[in-house]
């Protein structure tokens, strides 16, 4: 019974996830201004992160949980490089 219950929240959180996804892609494509872009990028990569490691916790295979540590890093360092090039034009100094 609560490996059931387990399964079915699991998949409940994966498609909110999805329809999260959905929403910041949306966002991404017709944000007025780069910096409602480079969040909305944010919030995908987190989304992704999670749906990663919602399906680690699905499926138990612990390979999306390095994927998940994998995508969160890459995931910041993008979203800094970014913002710096929005505040100073340029990344490397």
Request: charged share 10%.
């Amino acid at each position: 019974m609560t490996g059931t219950i387990l399964f079915y929240s699991v998949v409940v959180a994966q498609i909110a996830l999805v329809a999260a996804m959905a929403c910041a892609v949306i966002r991404m494509m017709i944000g007025p201004r780069a910096q409602d872009r480079v969040l909305a990028f944010d919030a995908v990569s987190v989304c992704t992160m999670l749906i990663f490691l919602t399906q680690g916790m699905k499926t138990g295979n612990v390979f999306f949980f390095e994927g998940a540590l994998v995508i969160s890093g890459l995931a910041f360092v993008a979203t800094v490089a970014l913002a710096k090039f929005l505040m100073r034009g340029e990344v490397i100094e």
